[in-house]
């Protein structure tokens, strides 16, 4: 479909340059998803959704929409183009809005990021029942009577997409995403009903774990989370669990955001250049991971990808802007979310790093919780464990940490060796000093 797609994209900017457009860029994209999940040991959902769509954005003198429809006949697309370019014209002008120089386009990196799985049209109904089945199963056997209830998914989705933008950037990727899901409801004292999962994705489905050892994860991990109480106000170490670390990281992330440096609503504005963590906290983004979950070879607006650090070792380097946001700035883009997001993992496990700290809590779940990116405080539940002499004594519940993250992450002292390999952020367990964990 490669080159019916890039064709298709061809013709709807020569229409609407026919029709008025200064420049456009257009993105046409077709993705299947199919889902099996069970419950009580039988199929509760069974899907499988294709969709197709047609996203055009516009530069009609000096304005700007975006605009998207599923209709790809031409017929209708004719139509289409010509009304969005005249309800372009009805738009205030934004002297910013452009497509971006050529030469960002330039310096594609000439590597195959292997993001679809060439065997994915052997994966066949009957394998993804297999596998909803046994992550089910898994989960149910480990839990034993405490198990109140257990759904289990397996869903994959595969997707291509076609950009050409009029000014010379053309792509095209296919990509695969297989996704195991395990999530189990318990009985506890009273009416307490701790909630666990566990999960896995990868973009190869030879690369996912074992769909019984996702199923006893769940279940261990809801299990460990009975009898979880309060402790008193305390200031002790705290470690956060790697798959946990986005959850917070998020806040620092949404402040090195173009809209929000140039809005004044990120309490990093004017700190760039300067030390805003621990020496422990680098943070690089790396699009060109093969088979990365964030990988790509060029950004939304066509600029050619490349490796970035934003933090390194505590001092603020850069922040994600895109095209539009330099030009408000006056700087010089980089990129305007996250790809592969990864902070580098230290040497020591987390057991023990639990040995030598003695008494801690490490954190394995986040609830609610809010960030101000404008002041940089934040507020968060946390759940997790208790531990003293490298042991778990206690499950937590209910608590709260409240800080600002210029002070928090200075609290850094230290990277476990267990980045999480299944979401775009390959995070770490990340281990903080003297934090004040607020309950009784």
Same mark, same amino acid.
């Given at each position: ?84 370019? $005249? ?10 809005? /452009? %497509? =971006? @120089? ?5 310096? #594609? *990196? ?84 701790? $909630? ?10 030879? /690369? %996912? =774990? @074992? ?5 006893? #994860? *769940? ?84 600029? $050619? ?136």
């Amino acid at each position: 479909m490669k080159k019916d797609m890039l064709d298709l994209c061809a013709w709807v900017i020569e229409q609407a340059r026919k029709s008025g457009a200064n420049g456009s860029r257009v993105r046409v994209s077709r993705n299947r998803l199919v889902e099996i999940g069970y419950r009580e040991r039988k199929p509760e959902t069974i899907k499988e959704a294709t969709s197709q769509s047609l996203a055009l954005q516009l530069f009609v003198d000096g304005r700007f929409s975006w605009q998207s429809t599923a209709d790809l006949r031409k017929s209708a697309l004719a139509e289409f183009i010509c009304s969005a370019v $005249a309800t372009t014209r009805l738009i205030a002008k934004d002297e910013h809005r /452009s %497509l =971006p @120089d050529p030469k960002y386009y330039q310096g #594609r *990196a000439a590597i195959d990021l292997k993001m679809r799985d060439t065997e994915y049209e052997s994966w066949t109904p009957e394998k993804r029942h297999q596998v909803a089945k046994a992550l089910e199963s898994a989960s149910l056997e480990a839990g034993g009577q405490a198990v109140i209830s257990v759904e289990a998914s397996s869903h994959d989705t595969y997707s291509e997409q076609a950009f050409m933008a009029s000014n010379g950037c053309e792509g095209y990727q296919e990509t695969t995403v297989y996704v195991l899901v395990a999530e189990m409801t318990a009985r506890d004292e009273g009416d307490r009903r701790p $909630a666990g999962y566990d999960y896995a994705v990868s973009r190869y489905v030879k /690369s %996912l =774990p @074992d769909a019984e050892a996702v199923g006893r #994860r *769940a279940a261990q991990r809801t299990l460990a989370m009975r009898g979880g109480r309060k402790i008193k106000t305390e200031t002790l170490p705290v470690i956060v669990e790697n798959r946990d670390v986005p959850r917070l990281l998020n806040g620092l992330i949404n402040a090195m955001s173009g809209p929000n440096v140039q809005q004044k609503r990120s309490f990093l504005a004017d700190k760039k250049g300067q030390k805003i963590a621990s020496d422990i906290l680098t943070i690089q983004d790396d699009p060109h991971i093969v088979a990365g979950l964030g990988s790509a070879l060029y950004d939304n607006e066509g600029m $050619a990808t490349r490796p970035r650090t934003f933090i390194e070792q505590g001092v603020l380097r850069d922040f994600y802007i895109d095209w539009y946001y330099s030009r408000k700035l006056g700087c010089e883009p980089t990129i305007g979310s996250p790809t592969n997001l990864i902070i580098p993992a230290g040497t020591r496990s987390v057991e023990d790093i639990m040995k030598e700290l003695g008494r801690g809590i490490l954190v394995n779940e986040f609830i609610g919780g809010n960030s101000n990116s404008t002041t940089g405080d934040f507020s968060i539940g946390i759940g997790g464990f208790l531990f003293e002499n490298g042991q778990r004594t206690q499950t937590i519940a209910e608590m709260n940490i409240a800080d600002n993250h210029l002070k928090f992450w200075s609290k850094l002292v230290e990277a476990a060796n267990d980045p999480w390999p299944h979401q775009p952020w390959r995070t770490p367990s990340l281990v903080f000093r003297d934090v004040v964990v607020s309950g009784l």
